[in-house]
């Protein structure tokens, strides 16, 4: 692994601006264990849920206590992060699978950070460049030096724009009235001294009217409505089918579920949890609905309007289309994410617990058919020297995809076929010819035959063990297997 | 390119297939040291050939000369062997008062260097400009020699009288040294069967034409070599200097040849990119002569081929889990 990999947790800080400072800190730790880990790779977004979730509910204490409105700003406030966080998550898968436009990913974290700028962005970007793979050798010759002069004028646009972004004056949430951070004191100016916070932040915006950025324009909210059963049915489905999801661990695994996994189960029962109670919230609702469409009540719309005119400005511009669409589609990816944990639950087919167990590591190979040959030949064979590895047939350092495959043909017979498939289908990819989709699933159908037969066969037998070690012994580092 | 990655085995490319048969027609059971030596003509080399005396170093060169349809010259390196001698001279006309150049037997197509560490080192060294830039000079005047133009030099490994141990510079004009080894049982039967009457190199006929050579040599250069491989290929040749057992490594000229021979090699097996297995079987011969042996590894007895071996060992192949891996991969 290389320690550019880890560039990879800095990458969090691109939202520092929008969470609390704790919160970043977390997600920064996550992003670097997902590097280290492929478990922890594997459940980054429905983790990240679970820190901005709690992030929610750690600042929701505060915002009840400051009335409707903040309450209001909070869910709305969430309701952002969300989409941030799914967004970085993007980014960062975008980074890691080295595709070749891998470096465009970072305009996600930049977005980000423009939006609530912050000194963290300069490291954020950094870190995502550090993480950035190699450039792509196997597609074929490029232009050996790209025209300097372009490279020059995108380096200096693009630190313009972060200098933009630092110096850019900013209007801020009251982050005090809501817990959260307080703003840089460099470029949060304090209120003037006649002008005092409100004490009642239910009948008054929850944003303070210190001076800042002033645009011409200010957002208004009228009828927002959202159906609160349907949003009640989405969310109880939702924690049925992730109850079901640890049941299913508990029960078909055999064993207890690890914490990474009651950690994705958490996070995504809370995601489910505040969705609702923000989309209750927007919606206007009390809660006690119906069943007929609610309208967003006057008071709460007015201090929703009311709050983000106060961030943005002066003109008005009536945001309310933009919201019911934002809300339909959150209801609508609340009852995809159940309907699909119901489908993980009870229409997967159901192996051997064995098999399971030996394609643990393949689980996720499904979702890659969709990608190019080139990046599921590749996974495929990662995944099956790692799980030759777990069975004791790593590859040694020094030893080519080739000479790794005969070694263990000759050690278990059983393994030529699939050995032979993945290793003719991963030369070309890896060191520069060209693959099918043909190829493709032939190397994924290999990778799997692989985890079915690996723990069926007894541990390998070296013969050479049975010799004198001292005889004929490879020096020490070649015996080191590949970490 | 396009490239079935999923072929049944690997093949040999029909040009390189049709060399390697007609040499085997005289060289029983060496098709690994063909294809090497092969690989180093294609790759724009020269080639030398290390072994004990009637292992079949000259009927190699041979067979590669006639079969490449190339035309071929044999000198015997003497001590007595003088520069001009292999160069040419320029002699005296009276009748018009000038001098005009005689050309030596560099100019041909295969110059087959017969146990070269037998000259003087006056003589050695009158190849070099040949070997390594294509041409010749002569009191002052510059003459080109013909392409494609290959040294194929042969030594005996065993006997020091009289002989003259070839200098660095010279050892690294050779982009491979090979050693030919001797026969199994069984191959030296069937060599005795199929020699039994006519020497068959007699008989041999060239399977291609010059021009074919210098077009395969056009294709190599074309095969795909990516970084990650390139940076391999440089951290050998780095790790040979920095090998306790070795006072002078590879240089710079060493990573380049290792990448050409690498190219031949994938090439010969109709490959467009070269794989680790290529540069691992090209080091040896491409490495081991270049290595200069600190003279207590020399005492030891310890071959530079097993130095060689020793850095292959020990430096790390890029393959996936290295995570210098990710030169990923992109759309297709």
């Known amino acids: ?483 | 390119m396009t490239d079935s990655s999923l072929s049944p085995s690997p093949t040999t490319q029909p040009f390189a297939r049709s060399i390697l048969d007609n040499i085997a027609r005289v060289l029983v059971g060496k098709e690994g040291v063909s294809g090497l030596a092969l690989a180093g003509v294609l790759a724009g080399g020269h080639v030398l050939l290390e072994d004990a005396p009637g292992t079949g170093k000259t009927m190699l060169a041979r067979a590669l000369a006639v079969s490449l349809g190339l035309t071929f010259t044999r000198v015997q390196f003497t001590p007595d062997l003088l520069p001009g001698d292999v160069t040419g001279v320029s002699v005296y006309r009276p009748a018009s008062g000038t001098f005009e150049f005689v050309p030596g037997p560099i100019f041909t197509g295969v110059l087959l260097a017969d146990e070269i560490n037998r000259a003087t080192p006056k003589t050695q060294s009158a190849l070099l400009e040949a070997m390594g830039e294509g041409q010749v000079t002569e009191s002052g005047v510059t003459h080109t020699l013909e392409q494609p133009f290959v040294v194929i030099a042969t030594q005996n490994p065993i006997e020091n009288e009289g002989t003259y141990r070839l200098p660095e510079a010279q050892l690294d004009r050779f982009l491979l040294r090979l050693s030919v080894g001797y026969p199994t049982l069984e191959e030296e039967v069937r060599m005795l069967a199929r020699l039994q009457g006519q020497h068959p190199i007699h008989t041999l006929e060239s399977v291609a034409a010059p021009a074919d050579l210098l077009a395969a040599r056009r294709e190599v250069q074309a095969v795909h070599v990516s970084e990650d491989l390139r940076r391999y290929m440089a951290s050998l040749a780095a790790r040979t200097r920095t090998h306790s057992a070795v006072a002078l490594g590879g240089g710079p000229r060493a990573s380049l040849a290792l990448q050409g021979v690498a190219q031949a090699l994938a090439w010969m097996e109709e490959r467009g990119y070269v794989t680790p297995d290529d540069v691992q079987r090209a080091a040896p011969g491409v490495l081991a002569h270049r290595l200069s042996l600190r003279i207590e590894a020399r005492l030891q007895g310890l071959p530079a081929e097993e130095v060689v071996r020793e850095v292959l060992r020990s430096e790390p192949v890029p393959v996936e889990s290295d995570h210098s891996q990710p030169e990923a991969v992109g759309a297709q």
Request: neutral net charge.
């Open chain 1, 1 to 483: 692994m290389s320690w550019r990999a880890y560039g990879l947790a800095l990458l969090p800080l691109a939202a520092a601006g929008w969470l609390p400072w704790w919160a970043t800190a977390l997600l920064c730790v996550l992003f670097g264990l997902a590097v280290r880990w492929p478990r922890w790779e594997e459940g980054r977004l429905l983790l990240s849920l679970l820190v901005v979730g709690g992030a929610a509910v750690a600042l929701a204490p505060a915002a009840l206590a400051q009335g409707r409105a903040a309450l209001v700003g909070l869910a709305l406030h969430y309701l952002a992060l969300f989409f941030v966080v799914i967004a970085l998550n993007w980014s960062a898968n975008r980074i890691t699978d080295g595709l070749r436009r891998s470096r465009g990913a970072l305009f996600v974290p930049l977005l980000i950070g423009l939006l609530a700028p912050q000194p963290g962005l300069l490291l954020a970007l950094a870190g995502g460049l550090l993480a950035v793979p190699g450039r792509d050798e196997r597609m074929g010759r490029r232009p050996e030096q790209p025209t300097p002069r372009v490279w020059w004028v995108a380096g200096a646009a693009l630190a313009a724009l972060l200098l933009f972004s630092v110096l850019l004056p900013r209007q801020a949430v009251n982050w005090g009235a809501l817990g959260g951070p307080t703003p840089p004191p460099a470029t949060a100016p304090l209120p003037p001294p006649n002008q005092t916070v409100p004490p009642d932040l239910g009948q008054t915006p929850s944003v303070p009217n210190s001076p800042g950025l002033a645009l011409p324009f200010q957002f208004t909210i009228d009828n927002v409505f959202l159906p609160i059963d349907a949003i009640l049915l989405g969310g109880l489905l939702l924690l049925v089918a992730g109850g079901g999801l640890l049941f299913r661990l508990r029960r078909e695994e055999g064993r207890k579920p690890r914490l990474i996994e009651m950690l994705m189960v958490a996070g995504l029962l809370l995601t489910g949890a505040v969705w609702l109670a923000a989309g209750v919230l927007l919606s206007g609702g009390d809660g006690g609905g119906s069943g007929a469409a609610q309208t967003m009540g006057p008071g709460a719309g007015n201090a929703l309007g009311e709050l983000l005119s106060n961030i943005t400005g002066r003109r008005q511009i009536d945001v309310s289309g933009f919201l019911q669409a934002l809300l339909w589609l959150s209801l609508a990816l609340l009852f995809a994410l159940a309907a699909a944990l119901f489908w993980l639950n009870f229409t997967q087919p159901r192996e051997k617990e064995s098999d399971e167990k030996a394609l643990d590591g393949l689980e996720d190979a499904a979702p890659v058919s969709t990608q190019p040959a080139l990046h599921r030949v590749r996974l495929a064979y990662r995944q099956a020297e790692e799980l030759l590895r777990q069975h004791g047939r790593g590859r040694l350092a020094a030893e080519t995809p080739a000479g790794y495959a005969a070694r263990l043909t000759a050690l278990d017979a059983v393994l030529a076929g699939p050995l032979d498939t993945l290793t003719r289908a991963y030369g070309p990819v890896r060191y520069g010819g060209r693959v099918t989709d043909e190829d493709a699933a032939q190397a994924e159908a290999a990778a799997h035959e692989l985890a079915v037969v690996l723990p069926d066969l007894p541990p390998p037998h070296d013969p050479s063990e049975d010799s004198d070690p001292s005889e004929g012994a490879p020096d020490s580092l070649s015996t080191k297997e590949n970490p």
